[in-house]
């Protein structure tokens, strides 16, 4: 029931990647190449709403996922959405089944709860990616 939506969701931002990297540059340059930014916003931040609504409503919601992995394939790969948004989607999978993992094997045969996992490895990275900010708050 909810695998026309993420479907739906995941090609539109897959397609989108490349005017991601445009847009990144600058607006003027988008504009300049035939890139229309604002569309292109809307356009992303709704596939994007699409795809969380579609996870959440499969799986609840999992705390610090949408902060840590995007930030740390970016620290990896660099910059480029090319790259950056498809291994997001590979590396999230692969951190929630490691951390579900843990959740169930750690306290066997009770279960913690992935949500508090998620946040025993995303409270210190989050922390990480805040004092690494210019003019960081930490």
């Known amino acids: 029931m909810i695998l026309p939506y993420a479907a739906i969701s995941l090609i539109v931002m897959f397609s989108m990647k490349g005017a991601l990297d445009v847009l990144a540059v600058g607006e003027e340059e988008a504009l300049s190449l035939g890139i229309r930014p604002r569309r292109v916003r809307w356009i992303i931040i709704g596939a994007a709403s699409l795809a969380a609504a579609s996870a959440v409503a499969v799986s609840g919601l999992i705390a610090f996922v949408g902060i840590i992995v995007p930030h740390a394939v970016r620290l990896v790969v660099g910059a480029s959405n090319r790259l950056v948004v498809p291994l ?47 003019d960081g708050i930490i």
């Open 88 to 134: 997001s989607f590979f590396i999230g999978a692969s951190f929630l089944i490691l951390t579900d993992l843990l959740a169930r094997t750690l306290q066997s045969p009770a279960e913690l709860p992935i949500g508090v996992v998620t946040a025993f490895f995303g409270a210190p990275f989050f922390l990480f990616v805040l004092g690494r900010r210019s």
